[in-house]
């Protein structure tokens, strides 16, 4: 069956499915019970499934993820959610030091089968701490892989495949697009949807490849529209999967177009991209035709409501980066 | 513990005996699981002035104002609620971000913040604007965060008032460090030593550092004050799904009296408070204090209190009003009249309008600051950056752009 639905009701959708589906799931977090998360994504859930199964978490980041690692060992699967971005840093210990070295530790016999769903990314006119892109901090970590849909088919399935995982995994949803609408087909299944570690072509193109993820996908997809009535055709990839990276959709449309811009909203200094472009350089050197550019967030503290606008990359500079890697 | 008031004194001067033989100022139940919210019940904690306005006393502390006194504190009280009120007319105007309220909390806050003697340094959560008012600091300062032309920067050690922190609990360890420094410098252990205050929420005490301020400040002796405003509310969870125990006899474990006071007097608020400061400034080392209050506006103006607490709870908290019952006492004891409550809401209004008026004329940030103050001593990544953007910026002028 298909269904119009937002970002933000698909992983509802899809949080509600697997607690359906697995009475072993369990959500937790702060004030994700009864006002169903201050952006509602856990919306009904602990009206429909009880406190003991969506539970309401003492205000303490550490205290989600560390009792998180507890219920894992004990068989449950708990998804945690973390308000928001600048949130995560007080469980940091427990993700790096616990989740994401206990199966290693335990010579291979206990798996984290964790969740942990971040609302993330700028935007949305916050104050300071609201709005961060912490992604390659975990992706840096050996252990953890990372999760970033970037539209509502992608958001129920991978929510639901990432709950059935046994690794830990970190989910960033991309707050700012969580009222976006799209089409979710609700038949497809864990192992009929799209794999969960694999990037995807957005949009196919044939002059160059613009690689995003999360919420820079539809900027990206943005620009693409605006540059074909330049006669410009980009091909947009979403990566879907920041740890590991899927790289092979890369390589092939860097080969055909020979030129790649990356564009993400963290800062650019040992961002993903530079990850992106150091493969593609080592993949594909003589296909390329011009430097791999960047479009990143600056390497600043992310700045005040107002200003914000000017440090998020948005389609004016896609684009310009695009100019660029045609004037070589 | 005996009485529902003070933990035990941990340190030199002597056991319990403030309190011990004395009775608490209500009764109070066995407090295993505090649900005195539900059921609408006020627990034991320290009252000098009733809702009604009626002045009662208390065996351990008390409060002796001016006519004055009296009537400034009421002034104080009137202000930071109207500039409040302002500040949620703003947002809701769409000049602010976001706004967070302390409606209802403005006893605890101007109780505490008059207290507080000038040497005193105070570390804010977001809430605070009436103890930023205590400190004539100019009340607009925290609006450049709400209204997000600026990160809400100061000069903390300039006003002796911390920048505001989101981050919860985070300032509570930074109270407890500054305080420790004041240790350090010799600058207590007389009438004019120093003490330091740290706010922060019901919510908050479930935080890893704000246990861990306790820790550090009990292990150093350090002149820190915790004062906790109990609103009933993080958000949308109520005190009792985190705490099974009233939160001021979390102290007692870590080795320093607590206390808890009614929150929406300003008269015992100021005595507790100022009793603690004290002792922190004569090296008697930290305190806890647990300012029992409600939130009566919601969480902040992106928040909706009907999804998870009823009418019905509000109006009764509506009872317990800081300002009605500071009003009805000064009626009572003749220290004020008409005249004088007209005069001090027109008073109100034009600190609000005046308010306003700065707010909307606030200045835009200039873009290319970001890059100002990343490093004390600079970064060429900074540099390489700052001239890109402002490359980029300039290539489109006159583009319409
Ligand atoms: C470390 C951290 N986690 C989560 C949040 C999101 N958040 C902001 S305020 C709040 C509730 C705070 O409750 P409380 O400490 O009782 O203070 P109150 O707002 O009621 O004054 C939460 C969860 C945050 N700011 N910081």
Request: hydrophobic residues 35%.
């Amino acid at each position: 069956m298909s269904q119009t639905s937002t970002i933000g009701k698909a992983i509802n959708l899809g949080l509600r499915r697997a607690l359906e589906d697995d009475p072993k799931v369990v959500l937790m977090g702060e004030d994700i019970g009864r006002l169903g998360g201050v952006f509602r994504v856990t919306d009904a859930l602990q009206k429909d499934f009880g406190e003991d199964r969506v539970i309401d978490t003492p205000l303490a980041e550490s205290g989600i993820v560390g009792t998180a690692v507890g219920l894992a060992m004990r068989g449950y699967r708990p998804v945690c959610e973390i308000q928001f971005d600048g949130f995560v840093y007080p469980a940091f210990d427990q993700i790096v030091c616990q989740v994401a070295k206990m199966h290693n530790r335990s010579l291979g016999t206990i798996p984290m089968p964790i969740v942990i769903r971040i609302p993330w990314g700028g935007g949305i006119g916050a104050v300071e701490h609201h709005s961060e892109s912490p992604e390659a901090y975990f992706c840096h970590t050996a252990g953890l892989k990372v999760l970033a849909p970037s539209n509502p088919n992608d958001a129920y399935w991978m929510i639901q495949q990432a709950i059935a995982s046994d690794d830990p995994i970190i989910f960033f949803e991309p707050k700012r697009r969580y009222h976006e609408k799209g089409e979710i087909d609700t038949d497809l299944g864990l192992a009929g949807a799209y794999p969960l570690h694999a990037s995807r072509v957005a949009r196919p193109g044939s002059d160059v490849t613009v690689v995003a993820y999360g919420p820079m996908v539809r900027t990206c997809l943005d620009a693409a529209v605006a540059a074909e009535a330049d006669g410009r055709s980009l091909e947009v990839i979403d990566m879907r999967t920041l740890s590991p990276l899927d790289m092979g959709p890369v390589y092939e449309s860097v080969r055909r177009t020979g030129r790649l811009v990356i564009a993400h909203e963290a800062p650019g200094n040992v961002g993903l991209g530079a990850e992106i472009a150091t493969r593609v350089m080592q993949e594909c050197f003589y296909s390329l035709e011009a430097p791999v550019l960047r479009v990143t967030g600056y390497d600043t503290p992310y700045p005040q409501s107002r200003l914000e606008e000017e440090f998020l990359p948005d389609l004016d500079r896609v684009l310009d980066a695009v100019d660029r890697t045609f004037a070589y | 513990m005996v009485n529902g008031e003070r933990g035990p004194r941990a340190t030199k001067s002597g056991g319990t005996t403030r309190t011990a033989a004395k009775k608490p100022a209500a009764p109070r139940k066995k407090a295993t699981t505090d649900r005195s919210v539900a059921n609408g019940t006020d627990p034991a904690f320290v009252q000098l002035l009733t809702p009604e306005g009626d002045r009662v006393e208390h065996p351990d502390y008390s409060v002796d104002f001016t006519d004055q006194e009296y009537r400034d504190l009421y002034r104080d009280l009137v202000i930071v609620r109207r500039l409040d009120t302002e500040g949620t007319t703003l947002q809701r105007q769409g000049q602010l971000g976001i706004w967070a309220s302390l409606n209802g909390q403005e006893a605890a806050q101007i109780g505490s913040g008059r207290a507080l003697a000038q040497q005193d340094m105070v570390f804010p959560t977001y809430r605070e604007h009436g103890v930023l008012w205590c400190r004539d600091i100019d009340p607009i300062m925290p609006f450049g965060l709400f209204r997000g032309v600026d990160l809400g920067g100061w000069d903390s050690r300039k006003y002796k008032f911390n920048m505001y922190t989101i981050v919860i609990g985070a300032q509570t360890l930074h109270a407890t460090g500054y305080a420790m420094g004041v240790k350090l410098d010799g600058k207590m252990g007389t009438d004019d030593g120093e003490a330091v205050i740290a706010y922060f929420g019901d919510g908050a005490i479930s935080q890893g550092d704000v246990n861990e301020a306790f820790v550090y400040a009990a292990a150093y002796d350090a002149p820190v004050v915790f004062f906790c405003q109990n609103n009933q509310y993080a958000i949308s969870v109520p005190v009792h799904k985190q705490a099974k125990a009233p939160l001021f006899e979390r102290a007692s474990g870590f080795g320093f009296p607590g206390v808890r006071v009614d929150g929406n007097d300003v008269l015992a608020t100021y005595a507790v408070t100022k009793d603690a400061l004290d002792r922190a400034r004569h090296g008697e080392g930290p305190g806890l204090i647990e300012a029992y209050t409600y939130r009566m506006a919601a969480h902040t103006t992106t928040d909706d209190p009907t999804r998870y607490r009823d009418r019905s709870e509000e109006d009764a908290w509506r009872l317990k009003d800081p300002l009605s019952r500071m009003k009805a006492f000064l009626e009572k004891q003749g220290l004020a009249d008409e005249d004088y409550f007209a005069e001090l809401t027109a008073e109100a209004d034009r600190y609000a309008l005046d308010l306003r008026e700065r707010v909307l004329s606030m200045p835009e940030p200039d873009p290319s600051s970001i890059f100002d103050h990343v490093y004390p001593n600079g970064s060429p990544l900074i540099d390489e950056q700052r001239a890109e953007f402002l490359a980029y910026h300039a290539s489109f002028e006159g583009s319409g752009h």
